[in-house]
């Protein structure tokens, strides 16, 4: 999900540096990704001492995007010019 936003609002021009708008607290992610609070906060702390985010000021860092894509299987680049859709790679794979 972090970098489907991140995807996203890049194809937007609200990126600045590596860092988005990131209003979203820990609950509202937990409910959206259907997640516990507790789940989503270790899962979050796991990618900030991994290097990987940072979140600050209401700002999502990602501190290593390449390594978070790989880790995801995410493949923003078989999505360069189609701003509305980005998608993990395992969602687009035939089935």
Same mark, same amino acid.
């Given at each position: 999900?972090?970098l ?5 609002l ?9 860092t988005?708008p ?10 959206t990704? *259907? #997640? ?5 906060? =270790?899962?979050?702390q796991q990618? @900030? %001492? $991994? *290097? #990987?985010?940072?979140c600050r000021?209401? =700002?999502?860092?990602?501190?290593? @995007? %390449? $390594? ?14 189609r701003?509305?859709a ?9 089935g």
């Amino acid at each position: 999900m972090l970098l489907d936003l991140h995807a996203r609002l890049r194809a937007v021009g609200l990126v600045e540096g590596e860092t988005v708008p990131f209003p979203l607290t820990q609950e509202t992610l937990a409910d959206t990704l *259907g #997640l516990s609070i507790v789940h989503m906060n =270790r899962t979050l702390q796991q990618l @900030r %001492r $991994a *290097g #990987l985010i940072r979140c600050r000021a209401g =700002r999502l860092a990602l501190e290593d @995007r %390449r $390594a978070l894509e790989q880790i995801a299987g995410f493949d923003v680049g078989s999505h360069a010019g189609r701003s509305s859709a980005v998608t993990p790679r395992a969602a687009s794979a035939p089935g």
